[in-house]
T-cell receptor
Framework: GAVVSQHPSRVICKSGTSVKIECRSL??????MFWYRQFPKQSLMLMAT?????????EQGVEKDKFLINHASLTLSTLTVTSAHPEDSSFYIC?????????????FGPGTRLTVT | GQQLNQSPQSMFIQEGEDVSMNCTSS?????WLWYKQDPGEGPVLLIA?????ELTSNGRLTAQFGITRKDSFLNISASIPSDVGIYFC????????????FGTGTRLKVLA
C-alpha cells in the first residue's frame, strides 16, 4: 500500500510555455499532498502544501502565480509551472500524507524531471 | 529554506560494514522520518519515529529519536551493495501541520 505516481516522468518544454505535472495516490486517499523541488545533489525543498478542496499553502519565496496547484480530488494534485524559464528546470517530487494511524508519514512519487530550453 | 544538518555528507564503506549517520538541529521536532533516495527516483520511506528516545528497526536498519528531540540517528548493519544511495532525515517541526524539513543528505557508497 501507499503508492504514489507522477506523470510525466520527464518533460522538455520551450521557454514561455506551461507544463502540468500530475501526482496521484493510487491505493489511498490523500487530503494533503506536498510539492517539493530538488536541484542536483541537493536536498528536497518544500514548495507548497496542497489541500483537497481548498487553496494551496505556499512556502516563503515560492511564487503562487507561477506554480499553480490544484487538488481537486482525494487522489489527485496537479502542479502547473506557468511561463516556464530555464531556471525552472529541476526535479519536482510530490508526496502524499497517508491517512489513518500513521498520518504523519509521507509517501513520495517517483518525481518529474523538467527541462526548459 | 530551513534544512537539517546531516552527517557525514558522504561515506565510502566496505560491504559488510556497519554504517551510522545522524541528523541534528537547534530546533525541537515532533516526528522524524528517514528516507532513501536512488538517483532519478523519489525518496522511499524507511523508518518513522514518533517519541523521544524511541528506537525502531526495519530489517538491517535501526533509527533512534534523540532524547532531546533535536536529533536522530540511523544505523545500517552489515551493508550490502544495494544500500548505495542518498539517505535523508526529515523532521516535523510542529504537530498538526504535517510539514517536514529535510536534512542535507548522506551519500552512501558501498565497495564490494
Amino acid at each position: 500500500g501507499a503508492v504514489v505516481s507522477q506523470h510525466p516522468s520527464r518533460v522538455i518544454c520551450k521557454s514561455g510555455t506551461s507544463v502540468k505535472i500530475e501526482c496521484r495516490s493510487l491505493d489511498f486517499q490523500a487530503t494533503t499532498m506536498f510539492w517539493y523541488r530538488q536541484f542536483p545533489k541537493q536536498s528536497l525543498m518544500l514548495m507548497a502544501t496542497s489541500n483537497e478542496g481548498s487553496k494551496a499553502t505556499y512556502e516563503q519565496g515560492v511564487e503562487k502565480d507561477k506554480f499553480l496547484i490544484n487538488h481537486a480530488s482525494l487522489t489527485l494534485s496537479t502542479l502547473t509551472v506557468t511561463s516556464a524559464h530555464p531556471e525552472d528546470s529541476s526535479f519536482y517530487i510530490c508526496s502524499a500524507r497517508h491517512p489513518g494511524q500513521n498520518s504523519y508519514e509521507q509517501y513520495f512519487g517517483p518525481g518529474t524531471r523538467l527541462t526548459v530550453t | 529554506g530551513q534544512q537539517l544538518n546531516q552527517s557525514p555528507q558522504s561515506m565510502f564503506i566496505q560491504e559488510g560494514e556497519d554504517v551510522s549517520m545522524n541528523c541534528t538541529s537547534s530546533s525541537i521536532f515532533n516526528t522524524w522520518l528517514w528516507y532513501k533516495q536512488d538517483p532519478g527516483e523519489g525518496p522511499v520511506l524507511l523508518i518513522a519515529l514518533y517519541k523521544a528516545g524511541e528506537l525502531t528497526s526495519n530489517g538491517r536498519l535501526t533509527a533512534q529519536f534523540g532524547i532531546t528531540r533535536k536529533d536522530s540517528f540511523l544505523n545500517i548493519s552489515a551493508s550490502i551493495p544495494s544500500d548505495v544511495g542518498i539517505y535523508f532525515c526529515a523532521g516535523q517541526l510542529r504537530s498538526g501541520t504535517y510539514k517536514y524539513i529535510f536534512g542535507t543528505g548522506t551519500r552512501l557508497k558501498v565497495l564490494a
